[in-house]
């Protein structure tokens, strides 16, 4: 019989694992994106594309998935979101051409993202104060050490398998989180549901986007990230093709920025909030200028 604790603790590790699926998903595959290339007789940037859409996918997910869940319950929209992923991923490995791939990434994208979204929401509907607060540290840890671990993995996987075992293996995962996630109960009680539309709940959207201060903030994560998943997207390449560095080493460079976004986080919660933004702009900034001197000379 599952004591108390042991069911909290339960709970604790599927929402982490859930909260970094569709960070797992997306960056395992990367140490075999020149085998993409290859394989399908494709450009690089035709390839690049398989990420871009995955993550428009996992984008526009959370804010579909996110309501949807608000009006629904939690469980339902999970499992069904899990179930549209594995087959997604399936479908993935029998691609005839780097076109139906790109699309069949979108949809696994936008499947993921539920993963991602209905874990944090199941947290405040659970949760509250300082209990909340170490859930979501929980999260966010797991979060961080998604993009360590996957590439890490992934290259290890690539020493025995192709791509197409990635993907198998992608899919094996979805099945075991599926399986698991049909132990969870409904977090969310029926008369703290959305009583309006979905559709109801976009219309705040608007109100959103006109509050300066927020989208300040928003801009400057944008401009970030925007940089930042650049940089995955091309460093495969990069890395493997023009450096001639193996899958493995790839994987241990890209986790040392993983690390590197952990270790941040971790100062930067320590720092008052405009001093940590300042530092880790500054700090940005510097190592992208440093990085195009280095390339250029």
């Known amino acids: 019989m599952m004591t108390k604790a042991n069911s909290k603790?339960?709970?604790a590790l599927l929402l982490g694992i859930l909260s970094a699926f569709g960070p797992f998903v997306v960056d395992l595959y990367l140490p075999s994106l020149p085998q993409l290339a290859e394989?399908?007789?494709?450009?690089?940037?035709?390839?690049q594309l398989t990420l871009t859409t995955a993550m428009i996918g996992l984008a526009v997910g959370q804010l579909l998935l996110g309501p949807i869940s608000d009006k629904f319950g939690r469980k339902k929209p999970l499992i069904l979101s899990l179930l549209?992923?594995?087959?997604?991923?399936?479908?993935?490995?029998?691609?005839?051409?780097?076109?139906?791939?790109?699309?069949?990434?979108?949809?696994?994208?936008l499947s993921s993202a539920g993963s991602v979204v209905i874990s944090r929401a199941i947290v405040t509907d659970l949760y509250?104060?300082?209990?909340?607060?170490?859930?979501?540290?929980?999260?966010?840890?797991?979060?961080?050490?998604?993009?360590?671990?996957?590439?890490?993995?992934?290259?290890?996987?690539?020493?025995y398998i192709n791509w197409k075992g990635i993907f198998i293996f992608l899919t094996f995962i979805g099945v075991v989180v599926t399986l698991f996630s049909l132990r969870l109960c409904e977090s969310l009680?029926?008369?703290?549901?959305?009583?309006?539309?979905?559709?109801?709940?976009?219309g705040s959207f608007g109100k959103i986007i006109k509050n300066?201060?927020?989208?300040?903030?928003?801009?400057?994560?944008?401009f970030?990230?925007?940089?930042?998943?650049?940089?995955?997207?091309?460093?495969?390449?990069?890395?493997?093709?023009?450096?001639?560095?193996?899958?493995?080493?790839?994987?241990?460079?890209?986790?040392?920025?993983?690390?590197?976004?952990?270790?941040?986080?971790?100062?930067?919660?320590?720092?008052?909030?405009?001093?940590?933004?300042?530092?880790?702009?500054?700090?940005?900034?510097?190592?992208?200028?440093?990085?195009?001197?280095v390339l250029l000379i």
């Open 9 to 11: 603790f339960f709970l």
């Open 39 to 47: 394989f399908f007789h494709t450009t690089t940037s035709m390839t």
């Open 84 to 109: 549209v992923y594995i087959a997604s991923t399936i479908a993935i490995v029998f691609s005839p051409n780097i076109e139906t791939m790109i699309a069949l990434r979108i949809v696994q994208g």
């Open 128 to 159: 509250r104060g300082r209990e909340m607060t170490r859930f979501f540290g929980l999260l966010m840890t797991i979060n961080g050490l998604a993009p360590i671990i996957s590439p890490i993995l992934g290259s290890l996987l690539l020493e």
């Open 189 to 202: 009680a029926e008369e703290k549901r959305l009583q309006g539309s979905v559709l109801s709940v976009f």
């Open 212 to 222: 300066r201060l927020f989208m300040h903030y928003v801009g400057i994560e944008t």
């Open 224 to 293: 970030l990230f925007g940089a930042m998943f650049a940089y995955i997207a091309a460093s495969p390449f990069i890395l493997q093709s023009i450096y001639g560095l193996s899958s493995m080493a790839f994987s241990l460079c890209f986790g040392a920025n993983g690390a590197a976004l952990v270790i941040g986080s971790n100062l930067g919660s320590k720092l008052a909030n405009r001093t940590a933004l300042g530092v880790g702009v500054l700090g940005f900034v510097t190592a992208v200028l440093y990085t195009a001197v």
